[in-house]
């Protein structure tokens, strides 16, 4: 696409250069293990799904998840991901590998639509600017939004593309833009939708030449829709979260607040909704940079038109910003956008890419602020208003193919469940030092008297709004209660044994339940099963369990004799049957 | 293409822009007749970084903090006991005792003594010393980088350098005193390499020899570390220049047979070297030859077992910082980050190395880049087999304590950003400014204005990391006493080093238990070893840290008094006579030397026992200097000498009219 372009040695170096500096923002990506991010270990569990039968044209993820082929994530990150998984990575290294290359992807794109207009150092503060935009950190890091981060990866490229010379061969640029819009298309399609009308929006405002760009952006766009929804069977369901609930409060736009919650009618989202401090910053001094340079140069028409034009792509930013706050609700339902995106604050990663645009024009202003000091500041400033977000809550628990359980259309899953035993007075005479508690296969059967202890570990793929309770029955063979408990899920699951209970539980977060069960003493041998679920407190009715409908999971258990002898057995002798 | 500043139309030469040796000598702090101004603000911008050590209190919990108040507590005994030179420690291993000061770098204890001589208790004198190492650093990196590439240079790496998250890690959360102090000395040492390829002279292999002593006395981790850096860059350094040479020579220059130039060339950075070991030959020495008389495995074993507290790559740049102790795996408490503005300054100095003029400064940035490079890989598990491979790579211990290496060479290339304004520093200084090269900065140029603004961000960017977790000591920590050391060594095992003849490492003794229950340590004599039967009489007559006379009766020959301290090279018995009167003052009592016992050991403990014979007599065990340690004295000495001698001479052959 460059090749007639007359690089220098400095504008290749100041790609290379923010590539570079993209490090802080993938480096978590690095970690091994996973994050605790929104969408939780779907992706990859649908993504191990694909790898299993790669070949079937018309796979949809829906393992704990219900594909919706227009708000949701796309179909395409999945197939980025397959190689990965081809390769010998897990799925979990797949889905890293995406939001990686989203990353990389959305750095290069930047400086390459903007490097003509801003200079190489300009371009590159406002790719920098862009990849550490707090909602983009957000999307990887928070929300776990594979589909969205890529589109914003892609996004530039598209508007690059669309945006190209008009010398560059025609046919080229047109199949370019219809690949990279194709690719926006399968990655979030209704994001896709906004992105052509920004693309719009900046032919019109800056580029205004572009109209056989556009024509093949918008067909790219259409095509990759279309694809979507072909492979989706055009079954878009009812997206469960009220759009309209979500718009943003003005103060959320400018907080620096950051958080791993869900988003929330009203204004406590659990999660920063920012433009960034670097975004809003930096594009403020180019307002002051223009403003000075319009006074100053107010005689200069050309200068000062040329000082103007850099602000347009403001223009976007801050319509877009506004969209997501509560007096545009109107435009949304007038123009029927609503069904486009699940919430408004989407439209954030597009408005933060036009606000990058803006600050990398402040060093296009004034050429002193491109000297490598200066810029070095900016850089600095810009990465280091970022710096503290890319933390995510990390895990290394390796999550399986799929969860083992699922409640209420996969609203909470059951990702790992452990059942052990604590180790009786009894036992108490080893000469070792030993746990408190022993897995039940090192344990072997546990015995009437004994205490069994089901750990937990859930996570909720949506709020709930109310406090779940969990049984856990003992049932014999014939079916009859045995033994029960009838706790609050997340009771004692907190931070220093406190509770933390369904209400509290944000999306993606792994949390640890644990529950024991006593074993009535006069309980006779034989098999068990340990059947437990979720219910509603209120309403004594239990969450329904995803392919199951008495809305319980068991774990089938076998039951010891009593053993009196143990009280008397020494240690040696244990020892020499091998007993703990 | 970008060319090099000092090529570019309209800019002035490199060699005009840059203050060093070919401005008139202003290298040196000597070379300058008024006060630098950046030198000033450079250490006043790094009073921020010893901020929490200005609070009350002391951070008892960091990882080293106790160790370092006790060092210096074990340290002033000896100093108090008369011993200008400790090697010692009496108080080690609950009482026992351990030549810690023979194998570990005394310097940074004796700056403490100092401080504490003046009148402030331990912990005051551990927390000067420790805010010295990091505006003394400051300052040396400053220097160093003023000589490379100027003034803004030198602000810039000394801040790097000061407010990188490692140093800070090493301040706040593991209250490294002895590597903390270090960082005063790797970028002289570095400096005078340098200097010694590229502008050989007399000063500068006094001035190396005298970094590197300091370097040698200070921390043995860090001589470890930045010996072999310094050798790569002399090494780098003098390839490249004989590479010049030849091309020179191809060109019709002289020329030059390759093993003598280098021989040539290599001699002054062999002398540096040389002199700096010389000086140190006091510690040096004994340390090389008495090394292996004492057990490392302590070292190494347990917690400090090398293997599995490599730096993940996430967590180099990661935001993350904690004051618990490293572990095994990827969850480690503390941060192990590179730091955001450093490594944002070394990524764009790929940019800006290029435009430096002058070649050896820019061969010495690349060297610098790539150190960063390979140590930083070095730091992560994708290297675990080469560590391996490394036979030293035991005492590392931790590879993240090659952070060393990577803050030095960071906040080096750092500086390489700024460089390229240095022309406009003065092509911006005020029209009657007395000569193109005064140091005092125009505040209103757009060029100080973005070095302020820079350095303000170099600061706050590791503002977050400035704290320390001050607390009152737990009763096994403080306040500072014997008691609580053996309290402290008990609940760390740490300060419990033995010496090669103990087999078996004491997890208590009776002299700790005496001090806890509010007694003291007035002998080390073994009572419980006597023998029943009135066959052996002991009385202990004075004791101090590394002497005990005793008087003793023995029955027969075959009698022998067993001290609680454990063998090492340089103890002795010494046996005197009794000469019985005055009978009310015992060590006026104490006659001519009647025999000198060869010292044996108890089996387990490595306890010194020493064979008396038949009679009354005093017995006298007493810490002296080996061969080795009286020769590492005299060359230190004559190496002193020599330093004073050249240098009064050079100031004689320069007097005017000779």
Known sequence: ?580 | MTAPISNRPGLPSTAARVPGPATGGQSTISGHKSLDPYLVVTILLTILAIGPLLQPGYFWGAHDARHSVYFLFEFDKSIQDGILWPRWGPDWGFGYGYPFWNIYGPLTYFMAEGVYLIGFDHVSAVKLVFALSVLASAATMYLFMRRLLGRPAGLVAGLVYSYAPYRLFDLYVRADLAESFSFIFIPLVLWGFFELIDRPRLNAVIGTGLAYAGLVLTSNAALLLVTPLAGLLVAALLLLRMKDDKAGAERGGPRVVALKHLFTLGIPPALGLALGIAVTAIFFLPLLLEFNYVRVDQWTGGRFAFGGDFVYFFQLFSPHWGFGASIPGPDDQPGYQLGLAPMILFVMSFIAVPRTGEANVRRALRFFQGTVLVVTFLMTPASEWIWRTIPLSSFAQFPWRLGVLTVASLAIVAGAVVAGDQESENANLAPDSPTPDSPLPDPLTPQFLSLAVLTALIILSSYPYLRAEVRDPKPNEGPVSLAALFRYQQSSDDMTGSTAWTRRIPGWSVLAEQVIQGGSIDTKVNYTAIPPGNVLGIHSVEMDTVHELVWVYAADDRQSVTFMIPYYPGWKAYVYQDLREPADDLKARVGPLVAQPALRTTSYEGWIVVPVPSGEHFLEVRFEDTPARVAGKWISLASLLGIAAALVGQRILRKPGR
């Open chain 1, 1 to 580: 696409m460059t090749d007639h372009l007359p690089w220098t040695r400095d504008d290749l170096s100041y790609l290379l250069l923010t590539l570079a500096l993209t490090v802080f923002a993938v480096a978590p990506l690095a970690y091994p293990g996973y994050m605790q991010v929104h969408t939780g270990f779907v992706p990859a569990y649908n993504l191990a799904d694909l790898a299993g039968r790669p070949l079937y044209l018309g796979w949809k993820p829906i393992i704990a998840s219900s594909f919706d082929p227009l708000r949701g994530d796309g179909l395409l990150p999945y197939y980025l991901a397959l190689p990965t998984v081809w390769l010998g990575g897990t799925p979990l290294s797949g889905v890293k590998a995406v939001f990686a290359l989203s990353f990389l992807l959305g750095a290069a794109g930047v400086y390459l639509w903007l490097w003509r207009w801003v200079g190489p150092a300009g371009a590159s503060l406002a790719a920098l600017v862009y990849t550490y935009l707090p909602y983009r950190l957000a999307a990887v890091y928070v929300r776990g939004v594979w589909g969205e981060a890529f589109f914003l990866g892609v996004l530039p490229w598209a508007l690059a593309a669309a945006g190209g010379r008009a010398t560059s061969r025609i046919y080229i640029r047109t199949a370019w833009t219809v690949l990279v819009w194709a690719l926006l298309g399968m990655s979030q399609a209704g994001l896709a939708v906004w992105g052509f009308v920004l693309m719009a929006a900046w032919g019109l405002l800056i580029n205004r030449r572009g109209y056989g760009q556009s024509l093949a952006a918008l067909g790219g766009t259409l095509a990759g829709l279309a694809l979507t929804l072909l492979i989706a069977s055009f079954s878009t369901p009812a997206s469960p979260i009220n759009l309209f609930d979500h718009f943003l409060y003005p103060a959320q736009l400018f907080s620096a607040y950051w958080g791993f919650g869900a988003s929330r009618p009203g204004w406590e989202d659990g999660l920063s909704l920012s433009l960034g401090f670097a975004a809003l910053g930096l594009s403020m001094l180019t307002l002051f940079m223009v403003l000075g340079q319009a006074r100053t140069h107010s005689g200069q028409f050309n200068q000062a038109t040329s000082a103007r034009r850099l602000l347009l792509p403001g223009i976007p930013g801050v319509i877009l910003a506004l969209l997501t706050l509560a007096p545009a609700a109107f435009l949304w339902r007038l123009t029927g956008l609503q069904h486009t995106l699940t919430y408004p604050w989407q439209l954030l990663g597009l408005s933060g890419l036009c606000l990058a645009a803006l600050a990398g024009a402040a060093l296009k202003l004034d050429q002193r602020l491109a000297a490598l000091p200066t810029y070095a500041g900016l850089v600095i400033l810009t990465l280091l208003a970022s710096y503290s977000y890319v933390e995510p809550r990390f895990t290394q628990l390796a999550p399986g193919n799929g969860p083992l359980a699922a409640w209420d259309a996969h609203r909470v899953m059951l990702i790992d469940c452990q059942l052990s035993v604590t180790i009786p007075p009894a036992a108490a005479g080893l000469r070792e030092p030993t746990p408190g508690r022993l897995p039940v296969a090192d344990y072997g059967r546990p015995r009437p008297g004994d205490t069994l202890h089901l750990t937990l570990t859930w996570q909720a793929a949506r709020p709930f709004d109310r406090d779940l309770k969990l049984f856990v029955h003992l049932l014999d063979a014939a079916g009859q209660l045995v033994a029960q408990v009838d706790p609050l899920a997340g009771a004692g699951a907190g931070s220093q044994g406190m509770d933390y209970l369904t209400s509290q539980w944000a999306p993606g977060e792994l949390i640890l339940d644990e529950v024991a069960v006593a074993i009535p003493p006069d309980t006779p041998p034989g098999p068990y099963r340990l059947v437990f679920g979720l219910y509603d407190a209120g309403t004594l009715q239990r969450l329904p369990v995803v392919g199951r409908e008495d809305g319980q999971v068991e774990i089938e258990i076998e039951l010891g004799a009593r053993d009196r002898e143990l009280l008397s057995l020494s240690p040696s002798r244990r020892s020499a049957e091998g007993r703990p």
